[in-house]
């Protein structure tokens, strides 16, 4: 499940419940102009055609689109598919190996998820997960710079 909350000029957020984690990311990936940033503690990419490699190779088109993207991911042997396909698709990836990266945060641009989710089939299909988007950059920018830091 995905809520999405909208911090924008109003007093009171705007709560919509999308039910499709895939949907609603994959939207914010696609409408990206200008920066991407997901730090996920694990990302499958194999030969399935699932939620997480579609939204794996939306990350590749929209940094062919001239979008800055970058991907940090866990120091775990479950994300090598998805760090080789990254990196051959010119996508940087920093993995983090001093700390277990635990967080599931998704930027693009001035909005940002972050939740339960990792992109694993289990994640899409049989967890029980919650994630959020919330459309206010200050918030997760401070996030991002912590993990630049530690990363490289």
């Known amino acids: 499940m995905l809520f999405v909350v909208y911090y924008l000029s109003r007093p009171v957020p705007t709560v919509t419940y999308v039910t499709d984690y895939c ?3 994959g939207h914010l990936i696609d409408g990206a102009q200008r920066e991407i ?3 996920l503690f694990l990302m499958r990419y194999d030969d399935r055609n699932d939620c997480p490699q579609v939204l794996t190779r939306k990350l590749v088109e929209a940094k062919k689109r001239g979008v800055d993207v970058v991907v940090f991911l866990d120091d775990d042997s479950y994300n090598e ?3 080789t396909f990254l990196r051959e698709n010119n996508v940087p ?3 983090i190996s001093s700390r277990l990266l635990h967080a599931k945060v998704v930027k693009a641009d ?3 998820v972050v939740g339960s989710h990792n992109w694993t089939w289990n994640a899409m299909h049989r967890n029980i997960e919650a994630s959020i988007i919330v459309c206010n950059s200050s918030v997760i920018d401070a996030f991002f710079s912590g993990l ?3 990363g490289g």
């Open 81 to 83: 598919g998805a760090i």
């Open 37 to 39: 940033e997901v730090a």
């Open 110 to 112: 001035d909005c940002f």
């Open 148 to 150: 630049k830091s530690i």
């Open 23 to 25: 949907r609603g990311v």
């Open 93 to 95: 990836v920093v993995v």
